[in-house]
């Protein structure tokens, strides 16, 4: 069954190529604009044999590891807040979703405003595009701990605090698993985001450069590069883990 998955996406890959060289033999778009897939595997070549691409993930890996950790740090704080206070979550609980439904990319004259040109700009926007998605996350998986659950608990005399780790931390495990996932997805697109316009090293700040100097074929490497790393990770690490809380909590077969 693997296997077949694997070769389906193998061969829509090679479709993707050869129509990707077929519009570019058809001449359609300028070579600086639109180049050829040969040239894109070379600037990766390139980019990774001379150390660039490494230096660049190495920056990006870094920012992000340390804005995630914030986020879903103060993104837990938050989401308990509005979970176990119904005065927070009437009052903020609004408010919340309005902040994540802002692209994280309007976040980033804040940050250059606030920090300048700084790997803390970029790490300002890493936090702000993971905290609210993972705040959300954890609010949910308080408030949908099962009632007798909670009046089990209660029957037997755990109240309080001895209330909230026993029970519902326990019964939470598998939306905190999920904001995690997200609060993942949500900061490496917030990161991008931020080094683009940064003024250090990273991936945007590569893309940003190639750009700037018209290699395509640099912006073009990069992009799969953003995306392979995105998809594997998630695919290989978050998705996995997820799945694996879902069926020991047997909420999944």
């Known amino acids: 069954m693997k296997w077949n998955i694997a070769i389906k996406r193998i061969l829509f890959l090679a479709v993707i190529?050869?129509?990707?060289?077929?519009?570019?033999?058809?001449?359609?778009?300028?070579?600086?604009?639109?180049?050829?897939?040969a040239k894109v595997a070379v600037?990766?070549?390139e980019g990774f044999a001379d150390g660039d691409?490494?230096?660049?993930?190495?920056?990006?890996?870094?920012?992000?590891?340390?804005?995630?950790?914030?986020?879903i740090l103060i993104g837990t704080v938050v989401g308990v807040i509005l979970g176990k206070?119904?005065?927070?979550?009437?009052?903020?609980?609004?408010?919340?979703?309005?902040?994540?439904?802002?692209?994280?990319?309007?976040?980033?004259?804040?940050?250059?405003?606030?920090?300048?040109?700084?790997?803390?700009?970029?790490?300002?926007?890493?936090v702000l595009g993971g905290?609210?998605?993972?705040?959300l996350n954890v609010r949910s998986a308080i408030h949908n701990v099962p009632p007798q659950f909670v009046r089990a608990a209660?029957?037997?005399?755990?109240?309080?605090?001895?209330?909230f780790y026993r029970v519902e931390v326990p019964a939470g495990i598998p939306y905190f698993m999920s904001g995690i996932r997200l609060a993942w997805a949500f900061s490496w697109r917030a990161l991008m985001a931020g080094e683009l316009l940064s003024n250090g090293p990273g991936l945007g700040y590569?893309?940003?450069?190639?750009q700037d100097y018209a290699r395509m074929d640099q912006v073009i490497a990069i992009i799969i590069i953003i995306g392979v790393i995105g998809a594997v990770v998630d695919n290989l690490v978050f998705s996995k883990l997820e799945k694996n809380v879902m069926k020991r909590w047997g909420l999944v077969k």
């Open 206 to 210: 590569t893309l940003s450069y190639a």
């Open 131 to 135: 905290t609210f998605v993972m705040a």
């Open 17 to 37: 190529i050869g129509l990707w060289q077929l519009v570019y033999a058809l001449g359609i778009f300028e070579e600086i604009i639109f180049p050829p897939p």
């Open 85 to 126: 206070s119904k005065q927070a979550d009437e009052t903020a609980g609004m408010y919340l979703i309005a902040l994540q439904s802002i692209p994280s990319i309007v976040w980033v004259p804040l940050a250059i405003m606030l920090f300048g040109f700084s790997e803390f700009a970029v790490i300002f926007v890493v």
């Open 53 to 71: 691409f490494l230096v660049a993930l190495g920056a990006s890996f870094r920012h992000l590891f340390t804005g995630m950790s914030l986020a």
């Open 154 to 163: 209660r029957t037997m005399g755990t109240t309080g605090v001895k209330l």
């Open 43 to 45: 600037a990766l070549y």
